[in-house]
């Protein structure tokens, strides 16, 4: 007998939670709400680009104070599973 049904159930709530987090971390990157940002992010994380930069947490932290560059992130539905897809909105540098 197939167990996996109950699986989903119980993941659900954990994958709804990581959800609402993500949410309310991009809600505060867009916001540059350091104090949301600073909740949301561990002391020791580290930011890494995609072209491979690597930022500390307090470098980041500076860097969305210094100017903004977050204007927009969406998350939406993503076929193929629980993760989400996002869509970032970022400003040229003048």
């Not at 197939?2 to 971390?25: M, W």
């Not at 890494?48 to 969305?64: D, K, M, Q």
Request: glycine share 8%.
């Amino acid at each position: 007998m197939s167990n996996t049904g109950s699986t989903e159930v119980q993941h659900a709530p954990i994958e709804d939670s990581f959800r609402e987090l993500e949410r309310k971390r991009t809600r505060g990157l867009v916001a540059r709400d350091r104090g949301a940002i600073e909740r949301l992010h561990a002391t020791d994380c580290q930011f890494i680009t995609p072209f491979g930069a690597v930022y500390s947490r307090e470098r980041y932290l500076a860097l969305l104070a210094a100017e903004p560059f977050y204007v927009g992130w969406e998350c939406g539905p993503c076929r193929g599973g629980a993760r989400q897809r996002r869509r970032l909105f970022v400003l040229p540098r003048r």
